[in-house]
């Protein structure tokens, strides 16, 4: 079974450019999070989809940030137009409906603004 | 909200017994799990505590006291393969884990 799968490993954009970050979920997986962990800080949560409704989009910084989730399949975050501060590894993860609530995380997208 | 605290570092030789404690405060506490993540890989599930006591899972075990909102990790026969960052998270009604800061433990030969 294929595991969580993010596009792109690592993006370098100038401040002011637009990034788009994928995540493709284990199939089947209801639940699909983003997270994002900037250097030496907490792994901070950003917004919980359920299928490919928002449930919780309260660790979203700002409006520069849209996440969507298609068809309830895959998921994009959207920064628009990039700052410094977005700089970090951002996380997506699935769970299924129930269960202990592990998460199954993928390696990160690198984020670098310049 | 919630908040947890864990040591940004712990140190320790091959062979030995490390633990890596979490104290952390939340309204709606429903378990406390650990994650492991070796540089540049995705954070992988290790334990989850739901209820007071020990969960053990081969070299690892895990510790959760609701009274005192503490918990550890204990790690044993310590390997060059556990040098990682671990990371706890409290889980309250929501689903959604909270995470801390993480925990980079080097082990050394």
């Known amino acids: 079974e294929a595991g969580v799968t993010q596009f792109p490993s690592h993006s370098v954009i100038e401040k002011g450019q637009t990034v788009t970050l994928r995540c493709d979920p284990i199939s089947g997986h209801d639940n699909l999070y983003w997270y994002r962990r900037v250097m030496g800080k907490e792994i901070k949560f950003l917004l919980h989809?359920?299928?490919?409704?928002?449930?919780?989009e309260s660790g979203m910084p700002n409006n520069r940030f849209l996440a969507e989730r298609t068809g309830g399949t895959y998921s994009t975050l959207k920064v628009q137009p990039a700052e410094l501060e977005d700089s970090g590894v951002y996380f997506c993860?699935?769970?299924?409906?129930?269960?202990?609530?592990?998460?199954?995380f993928g390696e990160g997208s690198r984020l670098t603004v310049l | 909200g919630q908040s947890l605290e864990q040591p940004s570092e712990v140190t320790a030789v091959e062979g030995a017994i490390v633990q890596i404690n979490c104290t952390y405060q939340?309204?709606?506490?429903?378990?406390l799990s650990w994650y492991q993540q070796h540089d540049g890989g995705a954070p992988t599930f290790l334990s989850y505590?739901?209820?007071?006591g020990l969960e053990e899972t081969g070299r690892f075990s895990s510790f959760l006291s609701r009274s005192d909102s503490y918990g550890y990790l204990l790690l044993q026969e310590l390997q060059m393969k556990d040098s990682a960052s671990y990371f706890c998270?409290?889980?309250?009604?929501?689903?959604?884990?909270?995470f801390g800061r993480g925990t980079s433990l080097i082990v050394h030969p």
């Open positions: 505590n739901g209820l007071d």
């Open positions: 993860a699935s769970s299924p409906r129930s269960g202990t609530g592990e998460l199954f």
């Open positions: 939340t309204s709606g506490f429903y378990g």
């Open positions: 989809f359920v299928k490919e409704s928002k449930q919780d």
């Open positions: 998270a409290v889980r309250d009604g929501s689903y959604i884990p909270t």
